[in-house]
């Protein structure tokens, strides 16, 4: 990682909206030692509202940060929160309301919920795959009359899905996709699964993640172009299941292209990727964003997903398919890379490219 | 179950090869209280030779039959094994061999492993589904000059597969196939799988797996005509995960056929049928080969393995697919339907159908 | 199992409080086919009131009876159970009040909540070990002036001790007691455990559970005499834990006795043992409550929790202790024999001894 | 850490017996950036000798290390490893005659396994509870006549609950012990544990642990004096138990000492505990070798087992106990702390007490 501050040098105040929940929670460890955000607020629903935070939140991971432990927490509530840029780890139950309000009171939303993903004017952005729909931001503050923003991340298993196949749609163009997930529990937030659902048990169904993952990998490997995103062309298949897996998303794909690669031409823009060039010096970019594994049995959820502290998928196995042209397994992290993680990555590219402005 | 002796009114005299490992010890127990079968031989590896049953094999599940606990254990040789039919559990780095020579020797081989499946003359048999096939015997006697026969199950997650897509091949015809299995641990064998590569983890990948998949899914579900199995002419793609299930593979499925049915009319098509007819009175026939449930998120290994016994499949979220036909999802038990228990009705077939004769 | 009526050859209609829940569902499965008792209401919570039983519960083993899915659900409430006998799978926060609702309106309630267990004129009863407490409801009733009377079973993981302990008990007399319990998450209910606290995790602390467990050991072995139990004059330490495990608590056991039993003494002792005479022609009685292997690395949950259909114990390592007397393992099964289980063998002893009367 | 070189300012070049086994490999791990000791050769069995060592081991975590992935595996042979300073990873069947030669050749052998530890004249050494055992040495070389010697690192249980004891032991004095374990399935190495036995399940037992865990928790508390380790005068009793998770033993424990301490006086003396002054500057010595917990539900494997880097050990629920004084959990890394970590950290000991001399 770089640390170097972008631009004017300076650092920016940020609050976490939903700081208590596993995801919250995430944000506070990912932002403890940031070198350009400094968390100097903690929002939570009414039942947090007025506690300390260590008398709040039932941490989950590792040691909670002093600093944080001792903040008293804020409602949700734009009048409350003074930092100009709120990362939401709001429920969508919640999140359309809520985030809507920060955006027009002037605050940059870094979303990681659904609600806002599939608007037109709204940048659904993975930074190594499509920092470019960024420019959706000047649309989306005219024409919603906001002097603040919304930046959506994607959803946990399409993003894992989006990078491993956004070398290969450049380069050969998908025309079909199969995706079959095994996914970790903790995607399904804290407590989440219960236990006696998922020991020894496979879960298939995942309430509308589906849908979810096929609309957004259209949108997520779309062109931004004259104003607007034009969704990817091709025709997706997803089937999601829960597995008894702490984290980690493990993504089965099988894909057809317009232009047909080898496997081995497909390994070779797998490992030449690089991801969009303003992302080269971002602080949570990872090194390499995507590996490719030799490994025959690999990737493995408890064995890879900490590639990159998390920011890292990895693919393996890519091979012919005797139906469409290649199969492949992709993992990443989908607490961090899915969630947190990807969204403290979109607001250091806002940062980096100049648009957090005076924020 | 019906328990009526067929035709002669007789009881057959079994033996089982590779009686000592997690598959043997299943036949065990599935045969322990068979109206038509006598367990009067065991037969294992060298090193168990000579030893009682009880003291050669580590019992892995339930309660050790106490006749069987007693016997001495056989050496794996045609010459020693007086039984006429013979239940093989069976690695196949030794079952080729073994088996051919049991055959040869006059033996029926009942066999779970993969060597023969693949051959002309071989029937490649999931009794519900083809039994028809057995008609190859004829021609394998003929040809091979054995007075004996090989009749083989298929691959536990082909078994589960098959199963499900059945009355939909028999209807609508396949056309293309992608299957996505999540496997138990028991379809390794004992010890198999290493917890420390499976606890909170996924093995996207196991040896040898996919490629049989593919191949038996087309014998299974092909055609016996004019003394010829013709294979079903459709293409398969499939990819194959272990995770942390004791029992029951899972297998996510998209198909599209010659003849597209709606959602509604395959899950009739699922719910209707009945299987073979030969199949309708043998004792392990569950009353449904197949049941649909229409619970949004089963079925579940956890949940459904133990439908019927063990030897009904269970089907699930039964669904358009925005590129194939239909999607679905079904499970069965793998050492059950998937191996012991499938044998052991290809023997009760062999049976009711007179096959066995004087043996 | 013996099935033939007790007596007056009739059968009685029960009810069942918390049917919703997991306990509540463990005595639907329980009751589904019991020669004694008929299930005619079953009663839960605000939340469930008035719904058809299937569509108010999630249910979570195996397939829901036809006859109870189609039931409405009743309030908690004594005015509109009709049945004389109600099983209780309430849980302690509302317990107390209920139960003393039900039983001063004249109903018999079979309790498994905490609420009442050490009340000096309330039984605390595992049948074949103290059925003779029974005694205490004359005293109850005279004393609380109810027509109705509670009887409580033991906390799940007192019942497998104090099973595993009473036949050592009984003839070389407790004096100092330690308990290490490795419980499974069922103990919690559900949804109970998050999946995030216990994959490939231990939790060391079960809220409120050591003192439980340590006060009600005492109680279940203690003598009646003279209208009241004097409670066993023992020292007990319990620590307990939470295990990634389904079903199935078990429990290391270090002891010593006023009269030093050698091992081998203490093996004769658990195999010889049968329990109270009033048990035996009980329904639910398993033909050997205890069960003592000979496996070096025997009970195992998974392995044993199903013995004697889940109401017998089984005991393993009975050895020499180099501090105290001796150390065994105890495996039982928390949701049938520790809880729904235990209550309905309390209502058969109930039923057999007389003391259902008119009910 | 401190990185800073002992006295003469140099390295040491060291081997790895063992090296491409679960203990090997985490030896590799934890020496990878060692400040002391370089990594030269690598040795292991036959099957390996002459092969690279990338092709020699199934690597089990994280990325294997580039300059040893290299190297060729050396036989285990005391003529043909050079480096003087050798880790044994050697299973316990093959270690006396190995361990025993390299150290008749001059070689310090800093070993696992169990073979050496109760030996009269053989530290068994934890270094901040027992840094003076080392001591030992003289009279070991001078009675073998070895101009190389053994240092023994303790049971990985054993080394758990020394640890958490060794405070309260130095204050009060144990007196006696109980000592209930839950064993992480990679302390038994790999392949280890078969998934088909451990998943949703607990094996109450461990071939040979109790017994050396009871022995040798007498000898790590013991007192060096006048030549001799005089084992601690206290009676103890263990019982072991294999529990569903990857890394991380958790000790129940009770326990009486001479001089009885309140909860809060062996809190305050746990905190307080900094360990032998030896240790102090050591490159593996964490900062804190123990930490007390308050969270009413700790220490857990997956949460705490890492603090530290793994060389902590983390303690709670100190409490009273009912008949003994007092009871707590302790927790600790089975295959850092509790074997490669404790090795090396063994190393450092004598390196930096100028033991290693002129190797």
Redesign the interface.
């Known amino acids: 990682m770089t640390s170097g501050l972008p631009r004017g040098g300076r650092r920016w105040r940020v609050a976490i909206l939903g700081a208590t929940g596993?995801v919250g929670q995430t944000f506070i460890r990912l932002l403890a030692n940031h070198p350009w955000f400094d968390v100097v607020e903690v929002a939570a629903s009414e039942r947090s509202e007025g506690k300390r935070y260590a008398d709040a939140a039932r941490w989950?991971?590792?040691e909670m940060p002093q600093r944080i432990a001792g903040m008293t927490v804020l409602p949700t509530d734009a009048g409350r929160v003074t930092a100009p840029i709120v990362f939401s780890a709001l429920d969508s139950s919640v999140a359309g309301d809520v985030e809507r309000a920060f955006a027009a009171a002037g605050k940059f939303v870094l979303s990681n919920a659904k609600n806002f993903r599939m608007e037109d004017d709204v940048p659904l952005v993975i930074p190594e795959v499509n920092a470019g729909h960024l420019a959706l931001l000047d649309r989306q503050r005219r024409e919603r009359g906001w002097s603040g923003a919304i930046v959506t991340n994607a959803n946990c298993a399409a993003t894992v899905a989006a990078m491993a196949l956004a070398p290969l749609h450049e380069r050969f163009e998908l025309d079909?996709?199969?995706l079959?997930t095994?996914q970790a529990?903790?995607g399904a937030g804290?407590?989440?699964?219960?236990?006696?659902?998922?020991?020894?048990?496979?879960?298939?169904?995942i309430a509308d993640e589906e849908p979810k993952l096929?609309r957004e990998m259209c949108k997520l490997l779309g062109r931004f172009d004259d104003g607007a995103v034009t969704p990817a062309a091709m025709?997706?298949?997803a089937?999601t299941?829960r597995?008894?897996?702490?984290h980690g998303h493990?993504v089965?794909i099988?894909a057809s292209f317009r232009d047909r690669p080898t496997a081995s031409l497909a390994i070779n823009a797998l490992r030449e990727w690089k991801g969009a060039e303003e992302t080269w010096n971002l602080p949570s970019r990872p090194e390499f964003p995507l590996t490719v594994t030799e490994e025959?049995?690999?990737?493995?959820?408890?064995?890879d997903v900490?590639a990159g502290g998390g920011m890292t998928v990895t693919v393996?196995?890519v091979r012919d398919?005797?139906?469409?042209h290649l199969?492949m397994?992709a993992l990443g992290h989908n607490t961090i890379r899915g969630a947190a993680g990807g969204s403290v990555m979109n607001a250091e590219l806002l940062a980096s490219t100049g648009r957090l402005g005076a924020a």
């Open positions: 596993a989950l991971e590792g079909t996709l199969f079959m095994m529990v903790s804290y407590p989440g699964v219960a236990s006696l659902d998922i020991l020894g048990n496979v879960i298939p169904f096929e025709r997706v298949s089937q299941n597995v008894a897996v702490e493990t089965c099988a025959v049995n690999r990737p493995q959820p408890r064995r900490a393996g196995r398919d005797p139906v469409l199969r397994v």
